[in-house]
């Protein structure tokens, strides 16, 4: 039974040294840029050496798969929280306030970085393609949801829905990383705008005019 609560123990620790390397990977991506930054940087930032790194970590590809491991669960509970709410716009708009908005600038510009590298790394690339795809799919359910509720025309396509809120999304986390003077509350009201549009069928491909 010692035993038992020894091994209880240590997996306690080592899933908490693993959060800690996560956050200060985090912090060495936005303080040398995602490229640039090695192994040995978040070793630094994480206070431990980089062979104790490595126990935890074989490669910073493994710290990114870690990394989009936690926003993906994070993210699961927030689109399952807007497809509950009285509102499903009303409740993106607060998700997106909170995501854009309330976290630093310096957040998106890593975001970016890591999409650049995906370009170059296959592994990221394949990362990124499971992180869109999980997306997509969280934006279909909060649109099936939207019609249940009413707020959606029943007819709409959830599937282009996704790729519209997607495409608008992406450009503003782009903006907001690289315009000093982004004007969030107004870039925000802009997308809010194309959402509800979106949502009563007044946004279609073109060849559907």
């Known amino acids: 039974m010692a035993l038992l609560d020894v091994r209880a123990g240590d997996l306690g ?4 040294r693993r959060h800690r390397i996560i956050e200060a990977a985090e912090r060495a991506f ?19 050496s980089p062979g104790n790194l490595y126990r935890y970590f074989r490669s910073k590809e493994a710290i990114v798969q870690a990394l989009c491991a936690r926003d993906q669960a ?4 927030a689109f399952a929280a807007f ?6 716009i009303g409740a993106m708009a607060e998700g997106l306030r ?28 394949a990362l990124c393609g499971a992180i869109d795809a999980d997306v997509h799919a969280g934006l279909i359910g909060l649109v099936e ?7 959606a025309v029943g007819d709409l396509d959830a599937d282009f829905s ?7 999304v992406v450009g503003l986390f782009k903006r907001r990383a690289h315009e000093a003077d982004f004007d969030g509350e ?24």
Not at 13 to 16: K, Q
Not at 83 to 88: G, R
């Open 13 to 16: 620790g080592d899933a908490d």
């Open 74 to 77: 994070e993210r699961g509970r």
């Open 145 to 151: 949801a939207a019609k249940r509720k009413g707020e």
């Open 186 to 209: 107004r870039e925000l009201a802009l997308a809010l705008g194309i959402f509800v549009a979106l949502f009563r069928g007044a946004v279609m491909p073109a060849g559907v005019l």
């Open 98 to 125: 909170m995501n854009l908005l309330g976290k630093p600038r310096e957040k998106m510009q890593m975001i970016l970085e890591i999409w650049a590298e995906a370009g170059r790394n296959p592994d990221i690339a």
């Open 83 to 88: 497809a509950q709410a009285e509102s499903v």
């Open 162 to 168: 996704a790729r519209v809120m997607i495409t608008v």
């Open 30 to 48: 936005v303080r040398h840029g995602f490229h640039a930054t090695t192994m040995q940087h978040v070793a630094a930032e994480a206070a431990m």
